[in-house]
């Protein structure tokens, strides 16, 4: 049978949580004469449990052309089918891609160099200026991929905004919907300045087995995969994982061997993952793929006091309280609180309520 948009839209309709069997009826199609029959035929060659074949007959069932274009219309949700000449080339490499990309925005977005960062939902406040700050000097040359969710990858894609430079949201979710909800406006800046995908059709929420296949894609769009943080089972280490299957750089920033968060991080350094601590670590492994190194942000210079001079150099990107600092500077309380104040107005660093102050990254 001829392969035309309206089956690559079947299959995706019907497979859109099982990568490798909709290339396999994909294969079955070619010699059927009905997505039914390839459904038949692959049900007979491979084992599957009477529940699932019920769930694939019935999304088949389901499946209405028609009615798929019309909501791919008014969500302004455009496709792009595996053998497409828009197709990401980076995806195309992975085992069983997409047979079927959804997207909103632009897709050529996808034609930068693309970089994944990845971290938890529940970031600590060392984990969230090395996001920062890795972010907004990565961004300056590599398209940022990430997932949309909260805590890193929300980091991550805003602060690519910020730069005025493109970002890409993968979703584990149809794109007629934003999850997490509270995302819903980072979700539409990013539809206007950067490029939301999906492999899930409209009207397929989010569920947790869809994160794994989410993070693949994350990882075949990139070139390599920064880790900020992350535990021994969390998603970032999936996502990680899936990289040095395919034979990609994963970057790791080391982490406090004591905080959950970073374990997983520090594991990944042990498996052989590179040693990350300045954003110029990465550009030098990309280094073929620029003439030079990107611009970085612009930095206004700042003549500093004496006393400003000194609780600088006694912060850290992770909080101290006023205590340790007065110990560290010996500066009386009422000339380090004017210290800090000042600081704070140059831009240089931070106050993070009930923790104390941190280098701004």
Known sequence: MTITRGTFLTISA???????????????YQYAESIQDALD??????????????????????????????????????????????????????????????????????????LGVVGPRKMSVYGKKVAQYFTKHLCQGFCIVSGLASGVDTMAHQVSLNENKYTVAVLGNGLDRCYPSENVGLFYQIEQNGCLLSEFPPGVGSKPHHFPQRN???????????????????????????????????????????????????????????????????????SSLFSSLPKQPKTVTVELNKSEKKVLKSLHFTPQNLDNLRIQTQLDTPLLLATLSALELHGLIESDSGLGYALKP
């Open 14 to 28: 019907v497979c859109y949580d099982r990568p490798k069997m909709a290339h396999e009826l994909l294969l079955f």
């Open 41 to 114: 035929t692959y049900f007979t060659h491979q084992k599957t449990s009477e529940s699932a074949r019920n769930t694939l007959r019935s999304r088949l069932e389901q499946f209405n052309e028609v009615q798929i274009e019309a909501t791919l219309k008014t969500h302004s949700i455009a496709i792009t089918c595996f053998g497409d000449n828009d197709y990401p080339e980076q995806l195309s490499k992975v085992a069983y891609p997409p047979l079927v990309l959804y997207y909103k925005g632009q897709l050529k977005c996808l034609n930068k160099p693309c």
């Open 216 to 286: 693949r894609i994350v990882s075949g769009l990139s070139l390599g995969i920064l880790v900020v943080e992350g535990s021994v089972k969390s998603g970032s280490m999936i996502t990680a994982k899936l990289a040095l299957e395919d034979n990609k750089d994963v970057f790791a920033v080391p982490g406090d061997i004591f905080t959950e968060t970073s374990k997983g991080v520090n594991s990944l350094l042990k498996d052989g993952a590179q040693f990350t601590t300045h954003p110029n670590d990465i550009f030098t492994t990309y």
